[in-house]
């Protein structure tokens, strides 16, 4: 469902086998259980049919009762669906469906929360709120500000439109839902928030839109037997899990995501903090960062043609876009130019000297998401273990937090 094509990153098979034992090694140690927050290695096996109909119950009672959903997260409670919904809905006509679904809680922007109240304060509300802790200073001040609305509109029925997606047992949002009734779905404690699209985090809001989460889980099943040979020439997230590896070797130490394709902008964003976050500690790592085609060819493509030579592209391509358009005398599509201009930049940018490695799915799709989803995990996940870090702590975030919180303590 995923073709990878390396070919023009320059790397020899025998470079590849010499990664083989290893890539064995860290397969088994991943499939073992024994690693903290890697439930989502089999999460695609454990999504059953009761579990989806909790969350297709959740989601006809908020579309029953309200004409918006927020959303409150940050990180990969985020960007995960945030980057379903881009991918699949049409950009121009998204905010005339029912319920609207905005994002909050990602940021402490006085001027983003002030506009979003502004434009929400007449409907009929819902919230959503993601946090494993209850804690996380973005979402948590998003969260009191919304529930003041709600309370203020709804008075003690505010409760019930309410949706908390947090640790089963512990954790302030748990004990807060607990006393206040809210509607709750366990983010298991050993997934960690940017490999938990494939739980409720990204499946609420995604069936909430009104797309088929079955799909989506389908995908991800499909994507977890794909990526269950060790044999890297049989397995392309380990194959291009180890490609990063060898061109980090190289002395390539920035990875630029790239797409000709708008409508997955976040999805490079997902990208840049499942790489970023797994990967950037203890000074080692690839420094991922992105850039959306043909656009930024007319900022960046000088720099990435013949700049400092320490980065590599990995291109996300899909074989059938959603939709296309002409005019009369058009000898092609704009989707046709558009796979023109791509093909065109990888034979520069190769003579240029960037490797380039190009992932082609399909179509966009909620089964194609769901693949990607997985497929980039487990990549992300043997890369890390290649290089020899934890993919699923973040302890240089910690720091941040905790010297915000003595500033915080010191006021």
Known sequence: ??????????????????YQENVRNAHEYLHSGQMDMSGWVEQPQKINESYLKNILA???????????????????????????LEWMEDEFQHTDKSPKIYFAGWNLSGTYHHELINKIMDEEISVCVISKSGTTMETAEAFLL?????????????????????????????????????????????????????????????????????????????????????????????RYGVGRRILNERGKVIEVFCAYEPKMQHLLEWLK??????????????????????????????????????????????????K????????????????LVRKGVLQAHSKGKTPVFTLTAGKMCEETFGY?????????????????????????VEVYKAEVKKILTAK
């Open 146 to 238: 919304l529930k003041e609305i709600l309370i203020k509109k709804y008075g003690e029925d505010y409760s019930k439109r309410i949706y908390a997606i947090t640790d089963p047992v512990s954790g302030a949002l748990r004990k807060e839902a607990k006393e206040k009734g809210y509607v709750t779905f366990d983010l298991e404690s050993d997934i960690g928030g940017r490999y938990s699209f494939l739980t409720a985090v990204g499946l609420l809001p995604a069936c909430v839109a009104g797309y088929d989460i079955q799909k989506i889980v389908l995908g991800a099943q499909k994507a977890y037997q794909a990526c269950m040979p060790q044999e890297i020439e049989q397995n392309a997230a380990y």
């Open 372 to 396: 990607w989803t997985y497929f980039f995990e487990k990549a992300c996940a043997m890369s890390c273990l290649l290089l020899g870090v934890d993919p699923f702590n973040q302890p240089g």
């Open 273 to 322: 903090q499942l790489f970023g976050e797994s990967e950037g500690k203890e000074n080692k790592g690839i420094f991922p960062t992105s850039l959306v085609f043909s656009r930024d060819l007319h900022s960046m493509g000088q720099f990435l043609q013949e700049g400092t030579p320490v980065f590599f592209e990995t291109v996300l391509s899909v074989a059938t876009p959603q």
């Open 58 to 84: 959740a989601a006809e009672n908020i579309r029953a009762q309200s004409t918006v959903l927020v959303v409150l997260g940050i990180g990969g409670s985020y960007l995960g669906p945030r980057a379903f």
């Open 324 to 339: 296309d358009v002409s005019y009369d005398g058009a000898i092609n599509t704009f989707n046709e130019q558009n796979e």
């Open 1 to 18: 469902m995923v073709y990878l094509d390396d070919a023009y990153v320059q790397i020899a098979p025998e470079e590849y086998k010499s």
